[in-house]
């Protein structure tokens, strides 16, 4: 079983920063787990944003976010991270930490294991 606990979100304006967290309780290995973020605003439908693999390597979905969000991960902490700078408003959503041991899964958004999100809004 995996459990993953978000945090980290909140309201700020335009051109501010936030980091998320995805803290991962898991009774298998950590590293074996391929990692993702994504985001779903109202209305939208959920879409992805940046994953990191078993591997290390990491990838964004769409030039929306790059060069403005970057994932990593701690491997002591069990935490992966997405730090998100120059906020604009249309990055506001509920922002879902996703995990799987299959990468396609992960990328393709059918991952096993789901955290329960956290709310980013950015006032413009």
């Known amino acids: 079983q995996v459990q993953l606990v978000e945090s980290g979100g909140g309201s700020v304006q335009a051109g501010g920063s936030l980091r998320l967290s995805c803290a991962v309780f898991?009774?298998?290995?950590?590293?074996?787990?391929?990692m993702g973020w994504f985001r779903q605003a109202p209305g939208k439908e959920r879409e992805g944003v940046a994953f990191i693999y078993e591997g290390g390597g990491v990838t964004y979905n769409g030039d929306s976010v790059k060069g403005r969000f970057t994932i990593s991960q701690d491997n002591a902490k069990n935490t992966v991270y997405l730090q998100m700078n120059s906020l604009k408003a249309e990055d506001s959503a509920m922002y879902y930490c996703a995990a799987d041991f299959s990468r396609s899964r992960v990328v393709t958004g059918t991952a096993r294991y789901w955290g329960q999100g956290t709310q980013v809004t950015v006032s413009s």
């Open positions: 898991s009774a298998y290995t950590y590293s074996g787990l391929n």
